[in-house]
């Protein structure tokens, strides 16, 4: 089983940024690969980005440029950069594990991006 916990959230301006942080415990984390997703009410979760094992990237074209998935397999911690922030942006945030088709996911982190 495992466990992830996102950190990082909350509001900021337009143009701002924030780092989302996810610790993963009960696994191997070497292994998975992890990805955010985000939920906005109304509208199906969405990949956000994701990053492999091997540490290769994918983002959604909405974040390309703007946003950096990173991991630290040290510290069993998956990492997105969000710069440029838009109001559009505006959405929990949620970490995934996944490993031969496991699915694991966190509670959610509420990003929002105001004036």
């Known amino acids: 089983q495992v466990q992830l916990v996102e950190s990082g959230g909350g509001l900021v301006q337009p143009g701002g940024s924030l780092r989302l942080s996810c610790a993963a415990s009960?696994?191997?984390?070497?292994?998975?690969?992890m990805g955010w997703y985000r939920h906005t009410p109304g509208k199906q979760r969405e990949l956000v980005a994701q990053?492999?094992?091997?540490?290769?990237?994918n983002y959604a074209d909405s974040v390309k440029g703007r946003f950096t998935i990173s991991r630290d397999n040290a510290k069993n911690t998956v990492y997105l950069q969000m710069n440029s922030l838009k109001p559009e942006d505006t959405a929990v945030y949620y970490c995934?594990?996944?490993?031969?088709?496991?699915?694991?996911w966190g509670q959610g982190t509420q990003v929002t991006v105001s004036s």
């Open positions: 995934n594990s996944n490993l031969l088709s496991t699915n694991y």
């Open positions: 009960g696994g191997i984390f070497k292994f998975y690969a």
């Open positions: 990053i492999t094992s091997g540490g290769s990237t």
